[in-house]
Nanobody, 123 residues
Framework: QVQLVESGGGLVQAGGSLRLSCAAS????????VGWFRQPPGKEREFVAG????????YYPDSVKGRFTISRDNAKNTVYLQMNSLKPEDTAVYYC????????????????WGQGTQVTVSS
């Protein structure tokens, strides 16, 4: 079993930056792909980044490419999402997930989920 806990969310002005962390427990985490999703109020959950277990491959949709960076430190059982040049439309609850394919944006294909952290970007 893998448990995921997100942190690092908060309120930031447009153009600012935040770094989210996803801390994991479980012996198999180091062999799992990890993804970040977000869910704006009243909207569906959206895939924003994925990374392989080794960190050798990453994937981003066009909506965040060039602004968001996913990375991981397997020694610390932690995955990060660096978010730069934030926009009001980035406002959402951000979730990390594990166990899917690193490029797969379908939430139902991911096995483990955290509880989410709120990111609010003011204009």
């Amino acid at each position: 079993q893998v448990q995921l806990v997100e942190s690092g969310g908060g309120l930031v002005q447009a153009g600012g930056s935040l770094r989210l962390s996803c801390a994991a427990s479980g012996r198999t985490f180091n062999r799992l792909t990890v993804g970040w999703f977000r869910q704006p109020p009243g909207k569906e959950r959206e895939f924003v980044a994925g990374i392989t277990w080794s960190g050798g491959s990453t994937y981003y949709p066009d909506s965040v490419k060039g602004r968001f960076t996913i990375s991981r430190d397997n020694a610390k059982n932690t995955v990060y999402l660096q978010m730069n040049s934030l926009k009001p439309e980035d406002t959402a609850v951000y979730y990390c997930a594990a166990g899917g394919a690193y490029y797969n944006g379908a939430p139902e294909k991911w096995s483990y989920w955290g509880q989410g952290t709120q990111v609010t970007v003011s204009s």
